[in-house]
């Protein structure tokens, strides 16, 4: 099992920009594929970006062009980096080794 703990979340006006940390524990975090979820209150959890052990990457299309995920295997650490924040991202962010291990979420609140 994986531990992994989130950081970075707060309150951002529209148009902000916001970037979110996830350390995870052990020594294999460089063969993991990693990603970022979300979950709006009232909403399913869904998939916002995911990155491979090779570095290949995917976003949701609501997200593409505003976010960028990243990882660095020497800091065990994935990243999560907002830009143009708006209404629609305030949720709860979970960093995840999908499907097994997941974060606590940190919540990110976009709000004027």
């Known amino acids: 099992q994986v531990q992994l703990v989130e950081s970075g979340g707060g309150l951002v006006q529209p148009g902000g920009s916001l970037s979110l940390s996830c350390a995870a524990s052990?020594?294999?975090?460089?063969?993991?594929?990693m990603g970022w979820y979300r979950q709006a209150p009232g909403k399913q959890r869904e998939l916002v970006a995911t990155?491979?052990?090779?570095?290949?990457?995917n976003y949701a299309d609501s997200v593409k062009g505003r976010f960028t995920i990243s990882r660095d295997n020497v800091k065990n650490t994935v990243y999560l980096q907002m830009h143009r924040l708006n209404l629609d991202d305030t949720a709860v962010y979970y960093c995840?080794?999908?499907?097994?291990?997941w974060g606590q979420g940190t919540q990110v609140t976009v709000s004027s």
């Open positions: 995840s080794r999908p499907p097994f291990d």
């Open positions: 052990g020594s294999m975090f460089s063969i993991y594929d």
């Open positions: 990155i491979t052990s090779s570095g290949s990457t």
